[in-house]
Every structure is written in structure tokens, then in C-alpha cells.
Nanobody
Framework: QVQLVESGGGLVQPGGSLRLSCAASGSIFSISAMGWYRQSPGKQRELVATITSGDITNYADSMKGRFTISRDSAKNTVSLQMNSLKPEDTAVYYC???????????????WGQGTQVTVSS
């Protein structure tokens, strides 16, 4: 129904920047909230940032001031600009969208396959 594909991960040195993008495709009636989560080995998946359909943003405390989430609702995309990256930011980053696949559908949460971000010198 709804497929999410992330891009933009990779290896970056501490203090560097990366920009992640996520595009939704398939049968899409509407998308409400969009967000990014991450998961490090041995840890639970955690919130990075979310953005509502009204462009209200929310960030995890450790990302405030360093990360910026944005969306293009016309293109069904969400991006995450990550600056001042630290080794502890190393994780698989997942895109999430709450969407309806068709008129009358329930809002369902969809996930991308994840993209690896490694911060290391």
C-alpha cells in the first residue's frame, strides 16, 4: 500500500553533517505525521524527530539544536538535516509516516527499511 524509502546515510566524521531523505510511494490518500527514529545495536528504537501536517516539530532532547526535520507534503517526503554529528549518533535511522492508503482507511504507521549512519574518525 504505502512504501517508504530512505536515502542519504553513510559514514561521516565527528562534527560533520548528513542529510537523510524519505519518500513515500504507492497508494496514498493522505499522510499526517512524519518522523525519524533510530536504533543502535543492543538498544531500543528511539525517537529522533517528528513533524505534523501543520509543520509542528518535536525533537528528542539530545538532537535539539543539531538536527532539523522538514517535509514536503506535495511530494510526500520528509528530510532530516543532521549537523554536529557525534559518535553516539551512530545508528540505523528509520523513517515513519502515519498515513491512509485510501479514503476511509484507518491511519496506519508505515516504516522504511532503515539507513545506516556511522559517525567515526
Amino acid at each position: 500500500q504505502v512504501q517508504l524509502v530512505e536515502s542519504g546515510g553513510g559514514l561521516v566524521q565527528p562534527g560533520g553533517s548528513l542529510r537523510l531523505s524519505c519518500a513515500a510511494s504507492g497508494s496514498i490518500f493522505s499522510i499526517s505525521a512524519m518522523g525519524w527514529y533510530r536504533q543502535s545495536p543492543g538498544k531500543q528504537r528511539e525517537l529522533v524527530a517528528t513533524i505534523t501536517s501543520g509543520d509542528i516539530t518535536n525533537y528528542a532532547d539530545s538532537m535539539k539544536g543539531r538536527f532539523t526535520i522538514s517535509r514536503d507534503s506535495a511530494k510526500n517526503t520528509v528530510s532530516l538535516q543532521m549537523n554536529s554529528l557525534k559518535p553516539e549518533d551512530t545508528a540505523v535511522y528509520y523513517c515513519n509516516m502515519d498515513a491512509r492508503a485510501y479514503y476511509g482507511d484507518f491511519i496506519r504507521g508505515y516504516w522504511g527499511q532503515g539507513t545506516q549512519v556511522t559517525v567515526s574518525s
